[in-house]
């Protein structure tokens, strides 16, 4: 089995920082495209921004300047930096991950969701 597992979630001011941190475990032979998604009370999963294995990424807009996805192929991790929170930040954040196991196929796994919740 493959494992996605969040940590860094919590509770900020408005304008403050955190850091999600991500790790994957398991059985599989090298990892594909990675990323955050998000999910405020009441509204669809949204992504939040990915990277390629070659450090190529992509950003929701309402992100873009604030939050900075990067990732560690030999530790098999991806991180969020976000600054600059806002209250519309609030969200459950799920880990992302396209995964090549053995025998060539490529799975996506998710994981549980840390909680961000930027209030004062």
């Known amino acids: 089995q493959m494992h996605l597992v969040e940590s860094g979630g919590g509770l900020v001011q408005p304008g403050g920082s955190l850091r999600l941190s991500c790790a994957a475990s398991?059985?599989?032979?090298?990892?594909?495209?990675m990323g955050w998604y998000r999910q405020a009370p009441g509204k669809q999963r949204e992504l939040v921004a990915t990277?390629?294995?070659?450090?190529?990424?992509n950003y929701a807009d309402s992100v873009k300047g604030r939050f900075t996805v990067s990732r560690d192929n030999a530790k098999n991790t991806v991180s969020l930096q976000m600054n600059s929170l806002k209250p519309e930040d609030t969200a459950v954040y799920f880990c992302?991950?396209?995964?090549?196991?053995?025998?060539?196929?490529?799975?996506?796994?998710w994981g549980r969701g840390t909680l961000v919740t930027v209030s004062s």
């Open positions: 992302n991950a396209f995964l090549y196991t053995g025998d060539a196929r490529l799975l996506e796994v």
């Open positions: 398991g059985s599989f032979v090298s990892i594909s495209l």
């Open positions: 990277i390629t294995s070659g450090g190529s990424t």
